[in-house]
Every structure is written in C-alpha cells, then in structure tokens.
C-alpha cells in the first residue's frame, strides 16, 4: 500500500482502528491530546480493526489491510451491475458499462486503499436498490426497513449517507408509500441519532483548530467559513464537480486546459442522459439521492474531487450511455428528414461521440500512477526521500515531541510522534493561485505552531501543496524567514523546523 497517508484520511482510518484494536477506545491516537474521534463514524474502522488485532506490527499488517479493502470491490461490481441495469433497461448494456468500471483507475485505487469510498457506495447501493422494491406495489414489508438498516450502515461508514435519509422518505412519499417511508426513516434512525448523539458527549471542547478540523465538521465549517466565502465556494465546487465528474466518467490523468473542457463535456452529456433517463422512466431513488449528495457538496469547503463524486458514478455512466444512444438515435431520423440542416446537426453529433471516444480511449490507458500520482515512479522516489526525514524524527526528537504535518497520520505510523495538519481555513485555495495558496498555507503553519504549543513543523514534496522539490524550496525560503523558527534537518525532499523556544536538537543538514 504505497498510498497510504498521502490523502491523510486512509491514515487516520487506520490509526482509529488501531484505537478499537488495543481497546483505547474510539480515539485519534495520532493527535496530540489522542481526542476522542467524532468526525468519522466507526463502522469501517471496526471493520478493519480485526487486522490489528491479527498483527500489531505496522507496516507488516498492511497486506491483511489491502485485502479487507479490495473485498469491498467484486461487491460494488455486482451492485453497480444490478444499479446499470434497473437504469438502462439493458443488460448488454449495464453488462458493458460495468466493464468499465471495472478497469476505472478511481476504482482500481480506492479498491486498493484505505479509504470509504468502496464500502460506502455498497451500502448506499444495496440500499437504493432496496429502496426501489420498497416503492413497488407488490412489495412486502421487509424491503423498507431492510433498506433503512443498510442505510444507517452508510452513515456510519461516512456521514454525507445522511442524504439517503432525506432522499429516501422523500421519494417513498412520492410514491405514495407513507408508511414504507416511516418504516425506513425508523430503521435508519438509530444509526444516525446513536452517532450525533455519541459524537455530541465526546466532541473536543478546546480552542486548538486542528483538532476542532480532526474532529468536528461542523463546527470546523463554522468557524473557517464566512458568509461572503459561499458564492466562491459554490461557484468553484460546480466547475469542480463538472471537471472531476468527467474525469470521474472517463479518466484522464492531465490537468491541461483541453483535458478539463473534454471533462467537462463529458460530464454535461451524463448529466443531460440522467435527466433523460429521469424523464423518461421516471425519478428513481439514485436520481433523488444524486440531487441531495450534489446539494451537499455545493456550500462545502473542499472542492468537488474524484473521492466525493464517487457514489454517484453509476448513475452518471448510466446517464452518459443514455445520451450518446439519444445523440445516435438522432442521426438517423435527421437524414430521414431530408432537411440540409437537421443531416449536418446528426453528423456533427456523431462526429463529435466518435472523437470523444477516442480521445476518452487514448486518455483513459494510461499507467495508473499518471492518474494517481501517489502509485507513480516520481512520487516514490519522493517519498523514499521522505522516509529518511521520518527515521532522523524517530532518532533525534524526544518521544513527546509534537508536529505540525500535513501527512499527520503517517508520520505517526512511521515514528511514533504525534502530529495534526494545520486547521486552516480551505476557502481563500479557492480564488489563489498555486503561489499565494503556499504562501498562505505556510504563513497559517507557523502560526498553528505557535499557538498550539507544537515542538516542530515537517514539510515533505509529496503535500497536496507542495507536489514537488521547487514547491517544497519555496515553502522552506517562507518558513526559514519566520523568526520563531529554526530549521534543524534538510533533505532534497523534507524538511523540519523547531519553534525556537521549544526543542532544539542537533541541526543536521543534508
């Protein structure tokens, strides 16, 4: 498992589960002051904890890790199938759609990883799946509360499945199954109050803002968000959406100005073919539940990404398919027509699916460390940089040392040290610019430091913010010309500062 710890939060899962595993409750072990965790629920956590409990060796557990993650994967697989097929009304054509989620590189990596992405959009389809038989006449009492409990098992993999709650009711009542609505809304009830209201008895009562972003959502976007950052965020989470969402339909690993158009495309054609689909065979529960998980995203402060966008990949792959047999459809009734204009219109959207397609086709078979740079030779080769600075942290800092870190969970697997990333506000990376966004992020570093009483500061070029050396030269020439800090160990790939009133260890230059 290469990845792990690169987007922080597989790290943090891992760590709650060994929380679970050495019967130190449902903690962050990793943070200073080991909080209690209260932002993610526990389901996937205990679901990994057996792992720990079978070998308490880190890195040799993680072999077992991988395996509990990638069972996840042929049971998405065979829920995206029966998804494809009740949207589609084809199986060829939910058949040959799900082929292609199966070589997906999204689907490749997060089947491969740590992360909730897998488990999540399980639940969440069995559940939708259930939730559809519950709205036929001819079902029985049980889909609706079967339905609910498998809900309620989504929440607790990842809170956003509160949005199969609302969707849910709403679309039983719709139906005109109101007391299959109250049985499902029941059944998924004790999982959604059980966790707000344990997470409400434990949450952090403290000032420090990296622990308050580790383990509290709310409270976080409260904080940090203010009213005139929203039409910034929710215009900048739409282009986000659209480009990450055809990225998420037909990956492409680039980033370059015709990349994100085609994305975009991409996504505006699945968008359309849903709501064909919604029209022409009526609102099913994923189309509801799609609506609600996008509402979600809108206001929130982190950009729409591949990892957010997932559980709705089904349901856009149906919608692409749809609009290209639309489009195809078109063309011929258009040459019927006889009319010059409507024959050019059908040939021009043909010849726009065929280039599409090859262009998607050309894109999509790339290596899969090219659209997850984490699994490439570059990031590695980084990295094992990186694993240096970690053993000169192990060797040379006091066993009660505190970091500032945004890979804050692998360094503690790694070395034992606690460690938080800052909890600084994601808004202003909205409007700035790669420079200014650094900028920013280091200036908000030494001051989290400074105020929460943490011993050292770990930069690294494999930060989301700082992806390579240049990057990471910059982040040293702003932290270096901060007074209160000293720089104690360099590498071409890290590098570590103290706060100049707390530890001083030998500096050791490289």
Known sequence: MPQLGSLADDAIYWISAQALAKGSGYRILSLPQQPWQTKYPPLYPAYLAPAWKWNPRFPENLPLAVLLAWLWTPLFLALSWLTLLRLSGSR?????????????????????????????????????????RA????AGRWPAPAAGLLAGGAFLVRTHGVAVWASGVLGLLLRRRARRAAAFGLAMLPAVAGWFWWAGAHKYAGRDPALVYHTDYIRFYLETVRPADLPVLVWGNLGGALIRGGKLIVPTPGESAPERIFSIVVCVLALAGAWRLARRTGWTQYHLYAVGHLLLLAPWHFNANARLLFPLAPVLYAGLFEECRHIGRMAPAARRSGLPAERTAGVVWLAVLAVLALIGAWRWARPLGEHYPQLGPDYQARRAGVEQAYRWIAEHTPAGATFVAWQDGLLYLKTGRQAASPGISPAPLYASSPEQALRYYCQATAALAAEAGRDFILVTSTEALIPDRTRLEDARQWLAANPLLREVYRSPEAAIFALESRGRPAPDRR
């Open 135 to 138: 709205g036929e006449q001819s």
């Open 92 to 132: 060829a054509a939910a058949l040959a759609l799900t082929a292609l989620l199966a070589v997906n590189p999204h689907v490749l990596y997060f089947g491969a990883s740590l992360h909730t992405e897998m488990p999540y959009a399980c639940l969440l389809l069995a559940s939708l799946l259930l939730l559809e």
